[in-house]
Structure formats: C-alpha cells, structure tokens
C-alpha cells in the first residue's frame, strides 16, 4: 500500500506527519519505507537521522545532434511539447534546463541525427532509520525540473507492505509525479484562510487523478470553521487533529519525532494510521499485513 503526505504550500507539518506516522507503523511491527519525495529540499532525515549505505546518480537523458547531417526540417522542435529545441535552417539548438528527457525528438527525427547521452542532475540515497527504510532524493543546485528525479527515487523503492511517499509542496507537475499510483493523499493543512485556498487547489488537483484524499488538520486550534466545512462540502473525511502545542514546535526546532519524545501523541497517530486503513478499504483497497501492535 502507497500512502502519499502532501500538502498545498510549505510548512504545514507535512513531513512531521509523514515520519511519525512511519516511526509509529515501526514500533507496531510494519514492514515500511518512506521515500522523500521533496527533492529539492529534502529533510525527512533530519528527523530520522539514517545511517545512507548507498548512493546512486540520478540522470536524465539529453539529446545531442549531428548538426552536419541536420535537414532542417524542425519535426524534433515540433513534436517537444517543452520547448526544449529549436531549429533555425541547419542549427539545432537545445535549451537542456527545459528537457524533460522523454526521448521523443530522437524518436521522431527523420534523419536519426540525435542521439542522448546521460545528464546527472542529482543523487539517490538510501539507507535505514530506526528501523525504517528510508530513500531521499537531491535535486543538484540549479537543477528546475524535479520530476524525473522523483520518477527514479519511486522507482528505487523496495517492495514494502507500507509505502510512504513524503511529496513537494504546491500543485505543480513535483506533486503530480509523487501521488501518482498511489492509494490515498493524506493533506496535512491548517486552518487559515492562506491553508483552505492551498488545500483547495490539492483537491481540484486529485480530483483530476481521480486519487481520494483525506486531511490532517494541523494547529487545529488556531483558525476558524472554514476548512472543516469545505471538507464537509467536498466529502473529504478529517483524518486527525493535531493541537497549536508548544512542545510539538520545540520538538520539532531539535529535529525530534513528537512520537518518541511525547509519549501523549503517540495514540494520535496510530489513531490516524486506523482511519487511514479505514479509508482505504472504503475506497476498495486492501490494507497491508503486520500492521496491528502496540505503540505505546
């Protein structure tokens, strides 16, 4: 089962989520990884602190072109729908920070002028944390296109009884890539008026996936009535409530997991992890084995 925490704008408490939901499946005997889709500013292990044993480049391919055997006939530039390459009579020009490395202008190309080479533009790493397997990508600095990267994190993954997929903020083509084929999008928001519009941009966005959704709604005391009733509206379920605490904010300043130091929340989330599996085989999934224990 692939569970993705994703959230409409930055800092909401979508990673605290996300790995303390992991750090509780844990201690209940789950078979999990997480995987941190955030590519370009990763930071789910700050919090796990795992030990990386492996390390992998991330590349895409970019096209390169035979120019003395180049037409002129401009189909690679017609058929790039990221305007990645242009052809001005002989000259190809290509731009390689718009090039999503589909491949389709060497497909196309009549004359078979353009071959690819591979263009690193960033780094897997892999590794275990408190028992959990963990895998992080790293966008290189400079690098504007996040989703290859995150094709190939998913793709290194390892087959686990619960896969969680720790995604970028905002609605963008980085979080589409993320939820795709996954099972359930957990919104971690908060409510403010800044939150709701974020969080309803998400749900325009899953809507389209046709991925159901539910919420977490963090600070839950801190706004007003708003999110709950356009929850209500949109048949979306509230998942759990974390509260406006303190301690959550000073654990989480150290880099600690609310579960492991505040012993009080543990039930939060195991509760949230219940409705979760709830919501799932509503939605007529399967819940995964070895998830029932204790967390206390």
Same mark, same amino acid.
């Given at each position: 089962?692939?569970i ?14 996300a ?36 390390s992998?480049?991330?590349t ?9 055997? &180049?037409t +002129?006939c =401009? $189909? %690679? !530039?017609?058929? *790039?729908?990221?305007?990645? /390459? @242009? ?11 718009? &090039?999503? +490395?589909? =491949? $389709? %202008? !060497?497909?196309? *190309?009549?004359?078979?002028? /353009? @071959? ?15 028992g959990?397997?963990f ?9 504007v ?92 379920p ?43 085989m509503?939605?007529g ?12």
């Amino acid at each position: 089962m692939k569970i993705a925490f994703a959230s409409g704008k930055g800092g909401t408490g979508k990673t605290t989520v996300a790995v303390n939901v992991a750090y509780i499946l844990q201690q209940c005997g789950a078979d999990v990884q997480l995987l941190d889709c955030d590519v370009e500013e990763p930071n789910a292990h700050l919090f796990l602190q795992p030990r990386m044993d492996r390390s992998i480049p991330a590349t895409v391919k970019r096209p390169e072109a035979a120019e003395d055997r &180049c037409t +002129g006939c =401009g $189909v %690679c !530039a017609d058929y *790039c729908e990221f305007n990645a /390459i @242009t052809v001005f009579k002989s000259t190809v020009i290509i731009f390689p920070e718009l &090039c999503h +490395g589909c =491949g $389709v %202008c !060497a497909w196309f *190309c009549p004359e078979r002028i /353009i @071959t690819e080479t591979d263009r690193p533009i960033g780094v897997i790493e892999g590794g275990m944390a408190k028992g959990i397997r963990f895998l992080q990508g790293r966008l290189n600095i400079g690098e504007v296109i996040a989703p290859p990267m995150i094709r190939q994190v998913k793709e290194q993954a390892q087959a686990a009884a619960v896969t969680l997929i720790d995604c970028p903020p905002g609605n963008s083509c980085p979080l589409i890539e993320a939820v795709r084929d996954t099972d359930l999008v957990i919104l971690v928001s908060e409510p403010t008026p800044f939150g709701l519009y974020d969080l309803s941009l998400t749900v325009a966005s899953l809507k389209e996936l046709g991925l159901p959704a539910g919420v977490v709604v963090n600070r839950c005391d801190i706004g007003n009535d708003e999110l709950y009733l356009f929850c209500r509206q949109e048949n979306i379920p509230i998942l759990a409530e974390i509260p406006h605490d303190r301690r959550i904010a000073e654990s989480y300043s150290r880099g600690g997991l609310i579960s492991e130091e505040l012993p009080e929340y543990r039930e939060l989330f195991a509760s949230l992890w219940e409705n979760v599996l709830a919501l799932v085989m509503e939605k007529g999934g399967q819940p995964p084995t070895a998830r029932r224990g204790t967390a206390s």
